[in-house]
């Protein structure tokens, strides 16, 4: 099966700043996903990532804040702007093909301090 | 909207016990259903699904059954072991690969 590599795989960022998450798939995917994970919460979703166009949000999420790219079919980014420490999370990458569940990288673990 | 509902853990058991974590879902529709695990520092792993009312998913000694009538598929396993010790996501999908996720059991297995 297809494997995703995501990095960083963990940061501690000042508050203010931005940090980009890049997200690899070692094969072409119909479909791309960011999730967030806050501390003893569940998994949610932010936003699909559209080839070649804008992501789409999900309510509570907006572009400003997670800007998200997908150049081609086997890479995406997510910008986590203007952090706080609310924003402390793990942040997880998905990919899916018609013919395949959804898989996962193994996370970014954000820390704002 | 939907919504995945999952027992509070964590689940501490023993080694060889008996294991149930249950899971309830409310959706519109006839989603998929699916158990990830997520081991201690790892990313999430697909454990079982399943796709319509009465099939049985089934991996590594794990099961579930699509409940149609009671809208649930709780997650058994007959002899637990160390190496189980995880959190277990239950989720559904309306076919989209997009998920909803319950909030996770955490299953702590002693020798």
């Known amino acids: 099966s297809a494997v995703i590599s995501q990095k960083p795989s963990r940061d501690i960022c000042q508050r203010g700043t931005s940090l980009t998450i890049q997200c690899q798939v070692d094969s072409q995917v119909t479909m791309m996903f960011w999730y967030r994970q806050q501390p003893g919460q569940s998994l949610t979703l932010i936003a699909t990532a559209n080839q070649g166009s804008e992501a789409t949000y999900e309510s509570g999420f907006v572009i400003d804040k997670f800007p998200i790219s997908r150049p081609n079919l086997t890479f995406s980014t997510l910008t986590v702007s203007n952090m706080s420490p609310e924003d402390s999370s793990i942040y997880l990458c998905?990919?899916?093909?018609?013919?395949?569940?959804?898989?996962f990288g193994q996370g970014t673990r954000l820390t704002v301090v | 909207g939907d919504s995945v509902t999952q027992m509070e853990g964590p689940v501490t058991l023993s080694e060889e016990a008996f294991l149930t974590i249950n899971c309830t879902y409310t959706?519109?529709?006839?989603?998929?259903l699916f158990w990830y695990v997520q081991y201690p520092g790892e990313g999430l792993q697909l454990l079982l699904k399943a796709t319509k009312a009465d099939d049985k998913g089934s991996n590594k000694g794990f099961e579930a059954t699509y409940r149609k009538e009671t809208t649930s598929f709780h997650l058994e396993k007959g002899s637990v072991q160390v190496s189980d010790s995880a959190v277990y996501f239950c989720a559904l999908s309306p076919g989209y690969s997009t998920l909803t996720f319950g909030k996770g059991t955490m299953l702590l297995v002693s020798p």
């Open positions: 998905s990919a899916a093909t018609v013919n395949t569940e959804a898989f």
């Open positions: 959706a519109t529709g006839y989603p998929s």
